[in-house]
């Protein structure tokens, strides 16, 4: 298998499924929006990207099945899936706020190999594929060179709907208020984490999240050079519905804060 090859067809996938959407929003004076669950949205545009996604993805890499978040295809592959978020950051997109992006990761087996993230507003495509660096638009990126949690600025989310660990996360909040650059919130995990490979923010950290929301993002940060992990210092981020991702010279004390407050 060509990953190169692969990573860049994905790319070209989602830069045309990108302009679908924006023409759409464009178009649109008042969007459709349907709710999944409590502040979960989700829109016609989510769905008709998710499935344009699906069709190219088919063509890419037929033997691959599907791990997408609005459910287009239920396929299973055997050794590969896609992973798909078509609309990372739907309710941004809603209120026609940025950021908002495409994530589309292929894993083989258990292990990630190739990550796209599309960031539309900017027209930022994020993207790398087992053994090669991180790129940005086709230039080499790489986590930032900051040393310490204080002079590191930090991107976090806020859960939609669990609420039992409400309080140990905003202990959080008030520790990196208090001891770094300070602390954002976007409203788009995918973006936050490849925010983190370029260097804008040094660590990223949130809980109740899903596949679709972290493996293309968490691929590209450790091809930048970052580390991540669950809360508890494992390996259980795509899955386990938590994720820290952080530039390697961070990496330890921050981890070590967020499993004191969150564990």
């Known amino acids: 298998m060509n990953h190169e090859k692969i990573c860049k067809q994905v ?21 459709k929006v349907e709710v999944k669950g409590l502040h979960d949205f989700v829109t016609y545009i989510d769905k008709s990207s998710e499935q344009k996604l699906v069709d190219g993805l088919e063509i890419i890499l037929p033997e691959a099945g599907f791990i997408a978040e609005e459910g287009t295809s239920v396929k299973k592959g055997e050794k590969y899936n ?23 990761a ?21 993207y790398a594929w087992e053994g090669s660096n991180a790129f940005l638009n086709g230039n080499v990126i790489n986590v930032s060179s900051k040393k310490k949690i204080e002079d590191s600025l930090i991107a976090t989310g806020f859960p939609y709907y669990d609420f039992e660990r409400l309080k140990p996360f905003m202990e959080t ?16 995990a995918a973006t936050d984490l490849v925010y983190v490979a370029c260097g804008r923010f040094e660590a990223f950290y949130e809980y ?6 972290v493996a293309a993002g968490a691929f590209i940060v450790q091809q930048a050079g970052g580390k991540v992990s669950d809360f508890s210092g494992g390996e259980n981020y795509i899955f386990g519905k938590e994720i820290v991702a952080c530039n390697n010279l961070v990496f330890s004390d921050f981890s070590n804060i967020v499993k004191q407050f969150m564990v």
Request: glycine residues 6%.
């Open 82 to 104: 896609w992973i798909i978020d078509p609309l990372d950051g739907t309710t941004n997109f809603i209120h026609g706020l940025a950021p908002f992006a495409i994530s589309i």
């Open 208 to 213: 109740s999240l899903s596949p679709w929301d």
């Open 11 to 31: 790319v070209e996938l989602t830069k045309k499924v990108g302009e679908f959407i924006l023409s759409e929003q464009k178009k649109s004076n008042s969007l």
């Open 106 to 126: 292929l894993m083989e087996d258990k292990e990630i190999i190739l990550g796209v993230v599309h960031e539309l507003n900017l027209d930022e495509c994020f």
């Open 173 to 188: 909040l008030e520790y990196f208020m208090q001891n770094s650059h300070g602390v954002r919130r976007l409203g788009s």
